[in-house]
Structure formats: structure tokens, C-alpha cells
Antibody
Framework: EVQLVESGGGLVQPGGSLRLSCAAS????????MSWVRQAPGKGLEWVSV???????YYADSVKGRFTISRDNSKNTLYLQMNSLRAEDTAVYYC?????????????WGQGTLVTVSS | DIVMTQSPDSLAVSLGERATINCKSS????????????LAWYQQKPGQPPKLLIY???TRESGVPDRFSGSGSGTDFTLTISSLQAEDVAVYYC??????????FGQGTKLEIK
């Protein structure tokens, strides 16, 4: 069974840093494309970043230069390092698998972890 | 970037009645080489992550009730719930995965019981 479990969220001051983790089971992170998607309180869904199986990474313009996506193959875990955080980064952050077989469809999602940026 | 626009923003339907949500993309999401529309629909209930309902615009995900159906091609798409049940109250999102890695979502449609 595919499972994704995020952790690492919390309260951080503007300008601070936080690292989110997404532990996967039931499949191999390094063999798949993995994304982060966020949702500000009461708002819609916003794609944040993706890492391809080959290691290429891409970011939304809103986080480019501040966030870094990575993975630890030995731990089958995806990460999102978030630096220079702003109030507008406050959101629930979801990790999701992008199924290559289904055209990079986001088919499995974690439960999410809340990041609050506030002084 | 492809912009996804849903209508209406909110919808109230009586139990047992049909609910229809529309989604329009700013450019075609039909990939000519395989004739597939790279369009998905998700359902999100409060406090839960999005749940995949429909992909390739009209393929129902395993386990999704057959009262849910998707249609459309190119730039115009529709999610239909044929007979609304109480458990269908949620926010529904369309999403294009044609221009990956730049995924984009519609703004969401809130579905309630009338």
C-alpha cells in the first residue's frame, strides 16, 4: 500500500528556515517523480516543486531561490528545505507522487503538514 | 503558464439531483500524440488532502463511485455527479498535468447541499 507521511511543520518567524520531510512506503521515491503542493488557509492548491527520478528539480516562481527539494534514497524520504520564509508561505504542505505511467499525474498525496510563518 | 478557471465558485444542489462543475483551460491540454487530455479532478473534504477522482479527463480512479463522471476535451471540461449524496459535500478542483512540471489547478468549486 502506498503511503506518504509528512512531518516537520510548525511555527517559524519571518526570515527563518524549516525542513519538511515526507516518508514514503509502498514504492521507491528515487524511481518516481515527487512533488510538493501547498494550500494556504482557506485557499486553493498551489504546486511548489518537483524532483524527477533522474534528479532534475523544478520550482514555482514564488519559491525559486528560497526552497530546495531533495531526497534521501536510503531513507526513501523526500525533503523540502525552506529558507527566507515569508508570511505568504503559511500553508499546509502536501507531498505527492507524480505517476510517470499516468503522464505525471499526482496520484497519491500525504495528509499534509502545517507551516505557519509569523512573528 | 496554463490558467485553469472553474465555474461556478460554489454550488448548492439537492440530494439526489445532478451537480455539474465546469473547468476551462487557457490552452489545450490535449496531447495529440496519444489523444489524451491531461486533465484531472480532485475532491477535498475539510481537513483532508485532495483525493483523485478522475484522470485523462474521463477515467474514473479505482474505488470512485460511478455517479462521478468526467467529460470534455481540449480546453473545456465538466465533472458531473449524477445523483448527489451527502458525502459528496466537498471542494472540487480541476488540474492540468499537460505542462509539467508546471502543474496548475483551478480555484476550486465548493459543493453544498441545498
Amino acid at each position: 500500500e502506498v503511503q506518504l507521511v509528512e512531518s516537520g511543520g510548525g511555527l517559524v518567524q519571518p526570515g527563518g528556515s524549516l525542513r519538511l520531510s515526507c516518508a514514503a512506503s509502498g514504492f521507491t521515491v528515487s524511481s518516481n517523480y515527487m512533488s510538493w503542493v501547498r494550500q494556504a488557509p482557506g485557499k486553493g492548491l498551489e504546486w511548489v516543486s518537483v524532483i524527477y527520478s533522474g534528479g532534475s528539480t523544478y520550482y514555482a516562481d514564488s519559491v525559486k531561490g528560497r526552497f530546495t527539494i531533495s531526497r534521501d534514497n536510503s531513507k526513501n524520504t523526500l525533503y523540502l528545505q525552506m529558507n527566507s520564509l515569508r508570511a505568504e508561505d503559511t500553508a499546509v504542505y502536501y507531498c505527492a507522487r507524480a505517476s510517470v505511467r499516468l503522464g505525471e499525474l499526482l496520484d497519491y498525496w500525504g495528509q499534509g503538514t502545517l507551516v505557519t510563518v509569523s512573528s | 503558464d496554463i490558467v485553469m478557471t472553474q465555474s461556478p465558485d460554489s454550488l448548492a444542489v439537492s440530494l439526489g439531483e445532478r451537480a455539474t462543475i465546469n473547468c476551462k483551460s487557457s490552452q489545450s491540454v490535449l496531447y495529440s500524440s496519444n489523444n489524451k487530455n491531461y486533465l484531472a479532478w480532485y475532491q477535498q473534504k475539510p481537513g483532508q488532502p485532495p483525493k483523485l477522482l478522475i484522470y485523462w479527463a474521463s477515467t474514473r480512479e479505482s474505488g470512485v463511485p460511478d455517479r462521478f463522471s468526467g467529460s470534455g476535451s481540449g480546453t473545456d471540461f465538466t465533472l458531473t455527479i449524477s445523483s448527489l449524496q451527502a458525502e459528496d459535500v466537498a471542494v472540487y478542483y480541476c488540474q492540468q498535468y499537460y505542462s509539467t512540471p508546471l502543474y496548475s489547478f483551478g480555484q476550486g468549486t465548493k459543493l453544498e447541499i441545498k
